[in-house]
């Protein structure tokens, strides 16, 4: 808005306000006491551009654009700790900590004492917490201890959220007028809560009042039974004198029930054709990969979908994929879990997850 408000602009238009019959010439009085005032008139079109480029939510950096959100409750994710159950040969004490390589745990619940299980959190904040299963070593001797391993990811952990994802996010949120308990409300309230990566919000599903809430975690897979169990907790606790009284966040007069988004596995068999002297086996890591991201897609997809709507899995998108690769002439008919068919339409509390994928030759 101000590029043409430069020094040698501003010292320019200010000369040429001077009469022509006073010297203008650098060095002279006039010019002299023009240059500073154009100096600092350029600094202040220089802030003017800085304030308005923080005033919106489309340019602000992120301290500002915190400001701005904050205005309507929405904040930034901040980064949270990934929770994982273990099992050991023993019961364990809690607090005990163990060690997975450069990450520590330290055990914070009872899973179940009749087979060993504890919960344990990672004292590192983030998603690396997340890639730790495996056998864990204790930090301090624990007596009669032979095995301790960790099994599975509870809830997962969560990097802080990034600057462009929390203003998508932001703006989503305006654009759906989220307010009083709809849809949208319940959206932003469940990526409120650490593990979750979006849902699905189903009005009135057994009656006036009732609200059902299908959910998948922040790594955009199934949310585990612990994972539900903390947002249910979160949003109505299941207790009968409190359900659907306003001890969440889910408003009163709202009785809420939380799910977990079902997998639906995908296998793939694809006809491939190559150039002579090459085989399907060097391209089956890769597409491989390729598959997996756009699946990846297609679960990302849905946390932006209605209740009603659904993902579709599509056989030419594998093609394109495995066309795209290095010595691929031809793909021929695909089959989708044992199936030629050329999409396959999940339910609208599904989400698909890569299972195997068979080359053959075309």
Same mark, same amino acid.
């Given at each position: ?167 998508a996010r932001y703006i989503r949120a305006l654009k759906s007028k989220a307010y009083g308990g709809n849809g949208a409300d319940y959206k932003e309230k469940v990526l409120s809560i650490a593990g979750t990566g979006g849902s699905k919000i189903y009005r009135c599903w057994n009656g006036g009042g009732t609200v059902k809430v299908v959910l998948i975690n922040n790594e955009f897979n199934k949310a585990s039974a612990e994972l539900v169990k903390e947002v249910q907790l979160a949003l109505d606790p299941l207790d009968v004198d409190k359900r659907g009284k306003g001890y969440g966040l889910a408003p009163i007069g709202h009785t809420v029930t939380v799910e ?24 089956? /890591?890769?597409?491989?990969? #390729? =598959?997996?991201? &756009?699946?990846?897609? *297609? ?5 932006? +979908? ?23 002439? /031809?793909?021929?008919?695909? #089959? =989708?879990?044992? &199936?030629?068919?050329? *999409? ?5 509390? +599904? ?12």
């Amino acid at each position: 808005m101000y590029e043409t408000k430069t020094y040698e602009n501003i010292l320019s238009d200010a000369l040429y306000r001077v009469g022509t019959k006073y010297d203008k010439r650098q060095g002279s009085i006039i010019y002299d006491a023009v240059a500073p005032f154009a100096f600092e008139a350029t600094e202040l079109y220089l802030m003017a551009q800085v304030i308005i480029k923080q005033t919106f939510a489309q340019t602000a950096d992120r301290d500002f654009l915190k400001l701005r959100a904050a205005e309507y409750n929405i904040y930034p994710r901040e980064a949270t700790y990934a929770e994982v159950k273990g099992v050991f040969s023993s019961a364990v004490d809690i607090g005990t900590r163990f060690n997975y390589e450069d990450l520590n745990f330290r055990v914070i619940d009872v899973i179940d004492l009749s087979k060993n299980e504890f919960k344990l959190v990672c004292e590192t904040a983030g998603a690396k917490g997340n890639y730790c299963i495996g056998r864990i070593t204790p930090i301090e001797t624990v007596p009669g201890l032979q095995t301790a391993e960790i099994k599975e990811v509870l809830v997962p952990g969560q990097d802080e959220e990034e600057t462009e994802t929390f203003r998508a996010r932001y703006i989503r949120a305006l654009k759906s007028k989220a307010y009083g308990g709809n849809g949208a409300d319940y959206k932003e309230k469940v990526l409120s809560i650490a593990g979750t990566g979006g849902s699905k919000i189903y009005r009135c599903w057994n009656g006036g009042g009732t609200v059902k809430v299908v959910l998948i975690n922040n790594e955009f897979n199934k949310a585990s039974a612990e994972l539900v169990k903390e947002v249910q907790l979160a949003l109505d606790p299941l207790d009968v004198d409190k359900r659907g009284k306003g001890y969440g966040l889910a408003p009163i007069g709202h009785t809420v029930t939380v799910e977990a988004a079902e997998e639906v596995v995908i296998n793939y068999e694809v006809p491939v054709t190559m150039t002579a002297g090459h085989t399907t086996n060097e391209i089956k /890591d890769e597409l491989t990969k #390729k =598959i997996k991201e &756009k699946l990846l897609l *297609r679960r990302k997809e849905w946390t932006t +979908q209605e209740e009603n709507q659904f993902v579709t899995v599509r056989s030419s998108i594998i093609t394109s994929l495995a066309v795209d690769l290095d010595n691929v002439i /031809d793909v021929g008919d695909i #089959k =989708i879990n044992g &199936k030629a068919i050329k *999409r396959l339409d999940l339910k609208p509390n +599904q989400i698909p997850v890569f299972g195997t994928l068979t080359l053959t030759k075309g």
